[in-house]
């Protein structure tokens, strides 16, 4: 197992599934605070870590959600939105070797408590990406998250405002209460976004129904979907020959569908069955900072606990850079940096 951890921990990775706001660095939280003023569950690093992250399955994927309250602090300036999106790419290459990242955030809620103007911060996001491309071996993309909680009218103002900076943004992603906000809700919504070209990934059976999955697949017709993980209870195999057929890339993020008890252990995550079944899966870390994991942890706990081999595991590569929503020359200069 100690060669596994190592080669692992050297080989190139791709991340498509990953939040701005779950990447918040511990040490970064405590500065924050200081210079905003704004108030911690405790100042004591060990207890704050406690409160911060989630290391044991949480009651509900609500109560998981409740826990980026923190994070959301953290994104008090223009200046806290650059440092944070900075320090996000460089634990992604530094500690995990990722050669191919889509960081994706939602303007709602990252950046409406602080009231930042979303052009203003998307625009240091964006530079700040372009910069490390620069500088580092990596390639990297923003995705505009829609939070479906926040209502259908804040998911359309979202989609204009994506619509309005097409040059910066890879994509498109609904996020959070599936099951409050049905996928046939968006679907006149999401029409500008196919018209604009801009690629849809939408959160779906991460938790609810597994007819979710296939509801959003025929309502929205994204090309990959984020956890998709209810799609194996369907017995009868119908989701997921559908998630098939339709092409979808799958975003799975294991340690976290644990953690949001979207599956009952580490396990029972269909990560396996759906590679078998002959759907593109790829590999993420979520939120890594709240939910304690990263890209090392993930392909472990994928080869260790849920029996796929290394070979398996540079397949889901093939499918990231296949399904990635970046330009094809900088998926073509990932593919060469993968190794593939
Ligand atoms: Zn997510």
Redesign the pocket.
Request: proline content about 0%; aromatic content about 0%; overall charge negative.
């Given at each position: 197992m100690e060669k596994t951890a190592d080669t692992i921990l050297a080989m190139p990775k791709a991340e498509l599934?990953r939040?701005i706001e779950g990447c918040v660095r511990l040490p970064t939280i405590l500065d924050l605070a200081a210079k905003y003023k704004f108030n911690l569950p405790s100042a004591d690093p060990a207890e704050l870590d406690r409160a911060y992250r989630l290391r044991a399955p949480g009651a509900s994927l609500a109560a998981v959600l409740g826990m980026f309250g923190l994070a959301q602090a953290c994104f008090a300036s223009y200046e806290a939105v650059e440092r944070i999106t900075f320090e996000a790419l460089e634990d992604a290459y530094k500690k995990e070797n990722i050669r191919l990242l889509e960081l994706r955030y939602s303007p709602d809620f990252m950046l409406g408590r602080a009231g930042l103007d979303w052009q203003r911060a998307h625009d240091l996001i964006a530079a700040v990406c372009a910069r490390f491309e620069k500088d580092y071996r990596m390639v990297c993309g923003v995705i505009v998250i829609a939070s479906r909680s926040y209502g259908l009218e804040s998911a359309r103002r979202t989609i204009e405002f994506a619509a309005a900076n097409k040059k910066t943004v890879a994509g498109f992603d609904l996020?959070d209460s599936e099951s409050d906000y049905p996928p046939a809700l968006y679907a006149g919504a999401v029409k500008q976004l196919h018209a604009e070209g801009i690629p849809l990934t939408v959160?779906s059976g991460e938790e609810g129904h597994y007819s979710q999955v296939s509801d959003t697949i025929k309502a929205l017709a994204p090309r990959r979907i984020?956890h998709g993980v209810k799609a194996a209870e369907d017995r009868s195999g119908a989701t997921v020959e559908l998630v098939k057929k339709a092409g979808v890339t799958i975003e799975t993020?294991p340690w976290s569908n644990y953690l949001t008890r979207a599956v009952p252990s580490v396990e029972a995550h269909p990560l396996k069955s759906f590679l078998a079944a002959g759907v593109k899966c790829t590999i993420g870390a979520?939120d890594p900072e709240i939910l304690a994991t990263d890209l090392n942890n993930e392909y472990r706990l994928a080869v260790e606990r849920m029996g796929l081999s290394l070979e398996d595991i540079r397949r889901t590569l093939r499918f990231a850079v296949e399904g990635s929503f970046l330009s094809p020359d900088r998926r073509q200069q990932a593919a060469k940096e993968l190794g593939l």
């Open positions: 599934h939040h996020a959160h984020g993020n979520d």
